[in-house]
Structure formats: C-alpha cells, structure tokens
C-alpha cells in the first residue's frame, strides 16, 4: 500500500467544455496558471476536443496563441490534449501527412501528453497520429472509448489496450464520456489490461459524473491499479461534467492511496472558478443533479437534447420515446459503435428519420458513409440489408481498409486556399485551422486582429450574480443586466434581462 | 457474495429537510406513496427530525395526522423516524414519562422504526427512548453520530455501538450528518461493530453528500457488512441532501452486491418530486455543488450560515476567519462534542461571542449548560477553567449525573397547560405538540381549523405575484427564486425565475 495516484486536471478543457459549452475565454484562466501549475498535478489537460472549434467560433482567439500562453505560464506542467485520431479536431478523416503536420505544431507550440481515439475504437484510425507523437518525443496515449452493448465485453476493452500498447502507447486511457462505467466494470478492465500489458503499463480513467456513481468507479480502478485519475476542480465540477478534485483527495484519506496535490493550491483553483462561472451562466448545461436513466436508454444526455430538438423542429415533440427505442436497433444495425461524437450524431439523427418517415426510408449521408466502413470498423457486424441500402443511397461501394488510405495528398492544396484567405498569416498553424474548419476559419482569420472576446457578461454586468456566489448566499440586490434560469417544467432556460 | 443490501428512502423525511427546508406539504407526498410503498424499500423515513415542528410552524399540518395517513397509504412499509433521544423532537430535555408516552403515541399512530441519538453521544440520553421503545414491540435503532476531533477513533465510536447494544439496540445506524465519514473510517467503524458486536448486528449508515465522497463511504461500507444504507431519490437529492437512490442501486451492478429495489418504481418517484421540487425553488438550500473545506474545519454548512448571519448583525462579517479558528477551540473546551444540532448552535454561538467580546467574557446559558453537564457528558474533557467560568455565569453547579435524572414529574402539568389552549383537542398527541413546541403550539391549534397550508408556490397563490412564500430568512423578495404561471396561448406554464 502507500501508492501514490496522480491526477490529470480537467477544468482548462473538458471542465468548461462540459459544463459551460467551451466558451471560457483565456484570460479567465490566466490568473489561476501559476496555482495550476503548482498544485501537483500529473497533467493539465488545456487544448484539444471542442477549445479549438470555440476559440475560433465564438472567442476570436487564436488557438495556438492560447496553447503558447499556456506553456509559458505553466512551465512546470504537462500539457495535455485530446485528439479525435485521424479526425484530428475536425469532423473528416484527414489525410497522414495533415496528421502528421498538426501533431508536430502541436508539440513545437508546446503540447506534452497527446490523449488519442478514434469514435469507433478503430485502431488504425489512431495509429498515425501515436506515430507522428511518438516521433516528436511527446507522450503517446492510446485511448478507449467506453461503451455498454450486448457485445462489449471486459476482454474486448483489454484487446484494445493490447493493440494500443503494440502501437506504442506510453499510456492506456479508459475514457467514459458518457458516465456509463460502473465500478466493477471500472475495476475488471483496469486489472485486466495490468494483467494482459504488464503492471508497469500506465492506465488513466477518464469518467463524468453524469450518473452519480463514477467516484466509486474511480476508487475501484485505483484499488485495481489505476495509475492517474481525471478530475476537475470542485466549482467546475459534477452534471455532466466530472468529479470533483477535492472529494477525490479526501476520498483517498486513510486508505493508503494518496495523490501529491496540495490542498491549499485546489482552494484558490475553487474559490477562482468559482468567481469566474457565474459570468458564463448563460452558457451553462441545462442538466444538473444526476441523470442515471442513461443506463438503460445508453443514450448520452448532449445526444438526447439533439433529438429532441429534431424532433421538434418536425413538429414531432411528442415521439421522443418512439426514438428512443430506435436508437439502441440503429446501433445494432450499424454494428454497436461508442456513442461519441460524430457517432452520437449519425446513430440518433438516422433513428429520428427512421421514426419519422419509416425504417431507412431516408438516410443520411453520414450514417451511410458508417454503415459503408467510410468511418472505421465497428466490433459488431453491420447488418447486411442496411448495407445495400447504404449502397444504394450513397452510391458508392463499402471499404474495409482504413478511411485515410483512401485520401490523396492534400496539404499543398490546403495551404494554397488557406493563404488566399485574408487575414491568414501563411504559418502552417493557420493552415491547420483552416483545414479543420474551412467554414470558420475565414471568418476568423478576418476578424483576429480584433483581438480576443470574452462573452462571458462582463464584470459591470454581473456585480450582483459574481459576489453572490463569493458569499455563498447567492441573495445580493439583483443589478441589470441580469441573467436568469428559468425553469419551465424540467427545462431550463438562460435569459437575459437588460434595461431597454 | 450475492448479498443483499437494503436501503431507507429520506425523501419523505430528511431530503426535502436538507433540500427544502423541511417545508414540503402532505399533499405533494401522497400521490407517490403507493410507487413508495411498493419500491421494495427496507424502511421509508417519513416523521421525525424537523418535520413536526415544521408541520405546525409554517404548514398548519397535524403531524399526527400525517403520521396516520402515511400509515394508511404505505401499508406494506417500515415507516421510520428520527428522534433525539431525551429530548425528543424539541430542544430541552423531557421527564421519562414524556419521553415514554411519546414513543408510545407514535407506536401507536403507526411508527416502526425509532432511530434514536444523541448529539453528545451520550447514551444516558438514548436509553429512555429505547427502552420504550422496545416495549412497544417496534424496532429500536441506536444512534451513533459520527464525528471528526483529535480524540475520535474508530474504536470509540465500536465501543458506542458496544454499549447500544447492550442496552438492546436491535441495531445500530452511524449517522453522519456533516458528509464527514470518508471511504476508510466507514469500512474500519462497521467492520469493527461486526467483530465486536456480532456478524448478525444489523448495521445501518445515513451519510449526507456535502463534500462528494460519501457514495464511496456506502460502497466500502457495504464491502464491511453494512446492512441498510440511506439514500433519497435522485430527484430530492445531492449537494447538503444524500446520495441518489438510483446511483446506489446501478453503483452495485456486477459487485455481487444487490438491492431489492424496482427500478420502475423508482423512476415513478423521481420523476414525482422532480415535479414537485420546482414549487418550493424559495425553500432551496444555497448550498450547490460540493464542499470539501469542511473536512478540515469540521463546521457543518448550517452551522457558517448561522454563524454569518450572526456576526452581520453585529457589524462584524469581516471577522468570519476568527470565528473558523475559535470554533475548533471552543470545541475542546467543551470536550469535543460532536457538531450537530444543537451543539452546533451552542458552539458556534459561543465562538461568535468569544471573537467579538473576548474569550468567555460574555458566555450563552446554553454553553454554560453545556460545560457544566447539562446536555450530558462528552468524549473529552472540558476545560475545568471553563467549567468555573460557567458555573459562575450560570449560577448552578456541574452535574455529572444523566441530565434527565434532575427534572421532575412534567405531564400533569402539561397536560393542563394543552388542555388550557383553544383548539387543543385534549388527546395525548396534542399534550406533546405543545410539550415540546410551548411557543408554537398555541397558534397552531387555534388555526388547525383551517386545514393544511401549502407554501409551495401554488397557481393561485402566485399568478401575478412575484412574491413567493417568506421563506423567513429575511431574504429580499427581490432576489429569492420566484414562481409565476405563464400563459402561453391555452397552455399554462410554471415558470421558476432564478438569479442564476
């Protein structure tokens, strides 16, 4: 006993990503780098998944600008990103060379730990991007997305991490983006991939906090040989975010595991963040408290808010429940992928259209293209009728060999349209964003010189709300503008009042 | 392994007293107490705690009739209630024979379970009410409150259920109001009741979630044996509240552990107060999220709030910090009671007084009873120049005896003084309502009349107010959540505004 657990802080990324739709600007977060920096963690995961897309979208902020900022304000840190695979942060397949190119700008700028999946657990989709880290120096983790199914079992996670270590992971990652993983499951695979890669091989647990139960979870992958955990601060903590950081130090006193934080530095993290949330209010997730219908449905909550608002759309609110047990058949059919972003999308939005105008009647573009191998291998087999239809619908043939070898060179390309883009300037970097977001990224490059935009409400504005939650009560006079919840029926809403 | 775990429903009892301020009303109960019923619960706390005095303080409710009504729609059910040992449900202690005739009143309305404490853990000031219990032939349930203090260890806490035992527990609860017993102590301190007590001693653990780590305190107290756990529905639960009954049940899949409990049923009730819940938004605790800082304080929530309000009214809310450091030595003085109601008042009052005017220049009677014995012994020593201090103060010398044990025959003399009251209806029930709420008793049997008072927002009470139901904080109307219906066309919304 007397192990020591290390932890990967969440708040810079998926925290906020989670909780308060990605839009933190980063001058809410440079303040608080130095504690950050200093609390003791094993990482501090800060770029990668939706920061990219926000930062150019919404924020007016250059990401590797932010990137930069972050490596010379925690200099003693590792950085940390999560990288879609051969997706990179962008919703195709790119091309190796593409892949290759952001992974090394990634590193240059200043990335440690580069965390890698694939939505499908297709490994091949993931290996060139482990290969491009590895050839960089940097740290190379294989991921694998957890999932429930009638067809995944404990041994098929432990094949994955095996495939991963042959590819040369320095580290396994078990990620739950849907806080499915229960703790015995959690204890099952950890041991498992200890016993099959040898217990020197590295595991980290990525969990939300979703379903109320994932702390346990994570108590049992240490007592099974867990070697980092992920967690965010408590203020940015919990719904459909992750546990806290602080209940995960104190859960661990007495027990012989312990972590190397420092509890005075985790106080001025909470007490920062929790300054900082109020402004960003309106942005905040609509679920709160715990949600574990999700076990039985496996449908994720950011899912379920998609289809509703389809359904909606159609004037067909009232056939959530009709969709709901469409989408578990959809997934068999297509051969139970993770549901995970883009797969999520494509399974719930094909059931919608199922439901609404009669079994594969219409089919999407993107739920073909998965049912014609165009994003990867599944562990299940697709159904063979919906694969006709897919062939029919798209017109193309299915593929079984890995989506990018079916790309041609295309960086050239790219550069060359990127360029002609005012504003670009004419840095592989800009190229990179460009590529992932050829739709935002003009806007953007237009607008940069503009500097930064914080759409949190400003100070002025949020007086009442911001020393409210300093002083617990939350009872301060309410000063305009103000920004409110307001509840109708289990739905809640962000308005904001201002004095006309 | 296979075992079965059982589990307490709060919802009825301590969920909506930590959540709402105990002011949920009958009415919004009884459409959900068939699904209660039939949920395959181990027992449903539903009286006791602050229930009955906020029944006839704010809800114009018999408590006795509550009592009986849910006896008659959970008749397959333990009902279950929590009471404070010599004291009762009020705040003094009573003679034995009021003590007797209460547990027997409520044996009789329809009470099955008495979880019977003490907030000094002294179990002089249990027996009585056990006793009495037993006679009537319904489970008896020691208490014991579970606390942190340089002094306690497990094997205190072992020897108290020792002794509760002895004294003819048929089991015994570790209750931990303050979200204190992490992961290790709850295993070590029902691990230890088991060998000391016997395998077959019945071990119940209620854990509160303040600080996120407490459903890993019931996982590894289902590990050491514990036999029922208490959670309240997901809908009813987190933060100051308890961990979630639906979490509970999905945290032990594939662990060999299992509750009885039908996940339908479950379903039904969260979805019930998650209806119900909106109408008493002016009643929510402040407290969101977690709270770790109380693991090094050990103030409970309730206790800064009290203690805030306190030095605000002197002027003096700058002065909180001082008043952190004085409660921990205040604390030793009076011999490391555990903080709970109402030492923690007493404590925290004191400290209050010692920042602001010196240390015990000015002292509460109320600590001076607590130095001198009157609310019973404590772990620790007391200071004996304290102990001087308050028998100057108070003017009566220290006892050593069982505080009961000084007081005289009572119920004849209550009695008459009830039966005196207009609208007291001359049965036992009513002696003990106004036994131990003599300020409150008499308003409400002059207005009982006029049957139960929802303060939940009601249609009517609300359609154009924007008032909502004095929460009797002296909250700005201006600012406390507010309910309003909001026609939209023929469609009626409730609508919860918020400062968010």
């Given at each position: ?128 991007a482990m290969e491009a880290v590895r050839r960089t120096g940097k ?362």
């Amino acid at each position: 006993m007397g192990r020591t657990v290390d932890v990967t802080e969440l708040v810079l990324r998926d925290g906020h990503q989670s909780l308060l739709a990605t839009r933190m600007a980063l001058e809410d977060m440079v303040p608080i780098c130095e504690d950050i920096d200093a609390a003791g963690y094993w990482s501090v995961e800060c770029w990668g998944g939706a920061t990219y897309d926000s930062c150019i979208r919404f924020l007016n902020e250059d990401p590797w600008e932010r990137l930069r900022e972050f490596r010379r304000l925690m200099p003693n840190s590792r950085l940390q990103m999560l990288l879609r695979g051969q997706n990179l942060l962008g919703y195709r397949h790119y091309e190796d060379a593409v892949v290759d190119r952001f992974v090394e700008k990634s590193a240059e700028n200043g990335m440690d730990v580069f965390r890698v999946f694939d939505a499908l657990n297709d490994v091949r989709n993931i290996k060139r991007a482990m290969e491009a880290v590895r050839r960089t120096g940097k740290h190379a983790q294989g991921t694998i997305c957890y999932t429930v199914s009638p067809l995944h079992s404990v041994a098929d996670f432990v094949d994955m991490a095996e495939q991963l270590c042959e590819m040369g992971a320095e580290s396994i990652c078990i990620k739950d983006m849907a806080a499915l993983l229960k703790p015995q499951p959690a204890y099952d695979i950890v041991k498992g991939i200890k016993e099959r890669c040898g217990a020197d091989t590295r595991v980290h647990v990525h969990v939300h906090s979703t379903t109320g139960v994932t702390l346990v979870s994570l108590m049992k992958a240490i007592e099974a040989g867990a070697d980092v955990v992920d967690t965010s601060i408590s203020s940015l903590s919990l719904g459909p975010g992750h546990n806290p950081t602080e209940s995960l130090v104190e859960m661990l006193e007495g027990t012989g595991y312990k972590t190397r934080l420092d509890k005075d530095r985790l106080l001025r993290i909470k007490d920062h963040f929790a300054t900082v949330r109020p402004k960003y209010a309106a942005f905040e997730s609509n679920i709160v408290g715990v949600e574990t219908e999700i076990f039985d449905s496996q449908i994720p909550g950011g899912m379920i808010s998609n289809m509703e608002s389809q359904l909606r759309q159609q004037d067909a609110g009232d056939r959530l429940r009709e969709v709901y047990a469409e989408v578990p058949r959809v997934r068999q059919d297509a051969g139970y992928p993770p549901l995970v972003t883009p797969s999520s999308q494509i399974v719930g939005t094909q059931a919608v259209f199922n439901v609404l105008m009669g079994k594969y009647k219409v089919m999407t573009g993107e739920f073909a293209d998965l049912m014609l191998g165009y994003y990867g291998a599944t562990l299940g087999e697709r159904d063979p009728n919906v694969i006709a239809r897919a062939i029919e619908h798209a017109k193309k043939e299915p593929i079984t060999c890995r989506p990018a070898d079916t790309l041609t060179s295309e960086w050239d390309n790219l550069r060359s349209q990127a360029i002609a883009l005012d504003g670009c300037n004419g840095t592989d970097e800009d190229v990179l964003t460009y590529a992932m977001f050829p739709q935002v990224a003009p806007g953007f490059f237009g607008t940069r010189a503009e500097g930064p935009k914080n759409v949190g409400a400003s100070p002025v504005a949020t007086t009442g709300s911001a020393s409210a939650a300093s002083n617990g009560t939350g009872k301060q006079p309410v000063s305009s503008p103000v920004v409110y919840d307001i509840a109708i029926g289990e739905k809640t809403h962000k308005v904001t009042v201002t004095p006309a």
